[in-house]
């Protein structure tokens, strides 16, 4: 299949960016998204011109790294999947395809399709845990937890970190990815000693890295990879609110 | 001969010996002492979070932009630990045990045993951070049987234990990070290490995104850096997965042991063409269910579905009625790349075999069948755009786990002191071949237990020492080397992709160096990797500058280590006259193709010391010693 690209070139976080365009041909539908870049890339260092950058690892759908805007949408048309997991099957011959880096307030471009999203990390180190020391747990059946309470929080465990949720959100809002983490902890009693301190502390680091709030337009639920339900906002707000009646902030 | 410093007493006393005896570095000590860890996996994140907790000053790198994206988070099946929780008569024996016969008796007792013993104060651990394992209703946790041994210790969360796993030790990271103790260095990648005055002192890093070239000192260095099974280019590993840290380490005086055992795991998505980039791991638990098959007839081009019964070969059915399609992986990798070799081979390249699953779906239904592989068989028909409902699956074998790696000695140090190698960066507890669900358990047992603890009886020594200056020769030297080298890599201007070469080195690999070697072959490969070496200095092509984001001078990097790896791992194959675990010598086998071990000529380690560029490395043997078991043959017929 042949198709046109459009994708998204910026020198780094402090130029201007513009598109270019490429055109590939004979290529097989059976390739990933990614792949599909790599054979660009092969055809630009064969032309003497600087390839595209672009994150991935796994390329399994799994570690969160990937994640381009294509078409307008994080991770392309299909709902529920990482950009890795795209393959060109989805597209159609003669297609031109845009592709960007992920867009958020909050992220930056680091070169062309490579975000800084390290301030998903800060919202982690706020809270995002239980303070165990190494070797001092209990055994681990000491603590009976419901098989339903386990996968409850296995489900909202599942988060990789992609940020599709926050580039998806109209106001780039970092509520579902936050929210899974306060909720997997809720739901455990290990997390249950640290519960408002933790709600608290991550909210707040959320608002001061500068992602937006969120008003419930349940868009990053459509398009997260690991179906993140955003039941988990739901139980983030109460969480917080719970918090605070209590005056735990 | 290498001495690996095994502590005294009967094998089950040897840590809690080491414990009681071992130098400490009191509270207020810890706080003049640096150590520096590469990688964030399972290992390295645990490691990290455990020193800084304890007081150290502790710097973390990785080239990833998150520490949750270490490759440990692809694992899927699960974690090993010998609790008992089911009554099965495990235990911690047993478990040990299992570990040294599926090593096929290459690993060091006191070491495996060690990793059976603290096995289950990981799973305690994992479970107070929160990682959300599978429970039954009454609430207490689940497990299976994993990896063909007779008990159920496997710990799991769902198909995502890898993920759970490294996201527990990752939150203990963060807290860390967060309090202070630990300083994290994202999107760096350790060019070359620093050795002064004959320990490792510091690291010389690329910061990924400026192109800056860094100095950081430490009174320790732990690798925690992974495996290098990506060196096949075509793997279940990550994009990223590289040898660079270790073989840096081995440049600079560190041992490499064991490195031509890698495992091949069988049941992966076969390659689709030549611009793949990577095999996906299919859950192993599908051979449960599914039949492995090919036609008997060469070249059969039917649909699988159109070809009767009397006309397939169920091969490993035939060939191993005990274990039909559970035999163990090595075997199973094996006959598959036989049966492909042979013409056999299915799917649009004739690089596959299949795994049915019609007559599983007409004993249980299609909806048992769904409830048990729903998941693994949406993630096919994603990748595929085929339903393993209705033909059948297309797998073959692909590079998965690397036993070899840094040599190190009961206290995870590698040859060069105060540098420490853990998780599967190094070779230690797997011997010849690992067992399933045993490696994120090595992984973590080695960061959250071990390390913290040994480090201390060397560090004890270097209280006194006060911080490690950045302006010495040394790290001049260092810092030399690594820009002459990325300058090299950028000036040579010519034709072919840093990826060129890496496929190419992937192919000679798995063609000599791969699931069965032959002394023959591999000498062949010895010349081809040779020659392909030679080609890379002339004719490689890196666009783009040092000081700037350069995905192919990082690649170029990477690739040019595996150059040189690969002809160490070719070297420690060939040196090996028989067949042992993952090690499939053509020429040692039994009549009727089961490996051949040679106890009396090869009960050793092989560890390597380098001795120059393209120079033949010199061998080094630590002899195993079995005081506790007896070496058995395995048969799986
Ligand atoms: C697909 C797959 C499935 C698996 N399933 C299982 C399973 O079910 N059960 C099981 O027990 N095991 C399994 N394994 C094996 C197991 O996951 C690994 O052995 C283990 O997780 C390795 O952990 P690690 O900490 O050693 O390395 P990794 O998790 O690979 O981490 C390596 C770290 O080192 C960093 N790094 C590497 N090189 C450099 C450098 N030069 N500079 C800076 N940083 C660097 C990386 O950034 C990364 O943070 C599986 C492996 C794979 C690939
Ligand atoms: S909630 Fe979903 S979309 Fe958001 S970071 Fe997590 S996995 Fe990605
Ligand atoms: S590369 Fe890991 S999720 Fe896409």
Redo the contacts between chains.
Sequence with gaps: MNVTLKVWRQKDSKSKGHFETYKLNDLNPDMSFLEMLDVLNEKLIHEDKIPVEFDSDCREGICGQCGLTINGRPNGHHHHTTTCQMHMRHFEDGDTILVEPLRASAFTVIKDLKVDRSAMDRIMQAGGFISVHTGSAPDANSLPIGKMDAEDAFDSAACIGCGTCIATCKNSSAALFTSAKITQLATLPQGEIEREKRVVAMVDAMDAEGFGSCTNTEACEMECPQEISVTNIARMNFEYNRALLLGKK | MLNAKIPEGPLEKKWKNYQEHCKLVNPANKKKLDVIVIGTGLSGA?AA??LG?LGYNVKVFFF??????A?S??AQGGINAS?N?QNDGDNVFRHFYDTLKGGDFRSREANTYRLAEISA?V???????????????????ANRSFGGVQVKRTFY??G?TG??ML?GA???L??Q??LGHVKSY?RHEMLELVVIDGKARGIIARNL?TGEIERHSAHAVILASGGYGKIYYLSTL???SNASAAWKAHRKGAFMAGVSWVQFHPTCLPQ??D????L??MSEALRNDGRIWVPKLKGDDRFPNDIPEEERDYYLERKYPAFGNLAPRDIASRSAKEQIDAGKGVGPNKNAVYLDFRDAIKEYGAEEIGDRYGNLFRMYE????MSPYKQPMMISPAAHFTMGGLWVDYELMTTIPGLYAIGEANFSDHGANRLGANSLLQASVDG??IV?VTIGNYLSNDIRTGKIPTDTPEFDKAEEDAVERLKKFVSING?K?A??YHKQLGKIMFQHVGVSRSKKGIAKGIELIKELREDFWQNL?V??GIY??N??LEKAGRVADFLELAELMAHDAYDRDESCGAHFREEYQTEDGEALRNDEKYMYVSAWEYTGYGKVPKLHKEELTFEVVKPSVRSYK
């Design positions: 645990p979070a455990t907790e990833q932009d998150t520490a949750r994206r490759h988070v692809a609790k929780y104060n799973i305690d651990q994992a479970v107070a951070q929160g990682v959300p394992f599978a429970r039954e209703y009454g609430g207490v946790l969360a769902q995502q993920q759970q996201l990752y939150s203990v963060m807290r990070i967060g994202n995104i990550a994009i990223g689709s063409g611009y793949q980039s990577k996906t791991l994603k990748i595929t755009g959250y237990f913290p034709t992709s990826e060129y092509k666009p783009g700037e984001v995905s192919e």
